[in-house]
């Protein structure tokens, strides 16, 4: 079991950059797939970017790609989601989970544990 802990949402200007880290408990984080989805107020929760347990495998939603990094360090037990070129349309609150399949998934019933999220908001 882990139990995911998301940081470093805040407030940013369009064109500026944030780096969300997700920090999960736990012994067997190295097994999990790791992914990042972002609900915005009245939307649903969409995909945003996901990790397979090695590293190996990416997967990214077509509004993050070229803008968007996902990466994990297994020794920090930590997942990150770089995030460049931010546009108002990304404000949502993002939220890490995983997902003991171990690949990158990008359908949030595939994940098993989920943080409690953290807010991003980006002015124009």
């Known amino acids: 079991q882990v139990q995911p802990v998301e940081k470093g949402g805040g407030l940013v200007q369009a064109g500026g950059s944030l780096r969300l880290s997700c920090a999960a408990s736990?012994?067997?984080?190295?097994?999990?797939?790791m992914g990042w989805f972002r609900q915005a107020p009245g939307k649903e929760r969409e995909f945003v970017a996901a990790i397979s347990w090695s590293g190996r495998s990416l997967n990214y939603a077509e509004s993050a790609k070229g803008r968007f990094t996902i990466s994990r360090d297994n020794a920090k037990n930590t997942v990150y989601l770089q995030m460049n070129s931010l546009k108002p349309e990304d404000t949502a609150v993002y939220t890490c989970g995983a997902s003991f399949r171990g690949l990158a998934e990008t359908r949030p019933n595939t994940y098993h544990y989920w943080g409690q999220g953290t807010q991003v908001t980006v002015s124009s």
């Open positions: 736990g012994r067997t984080f190295s097994n999990y797939g």
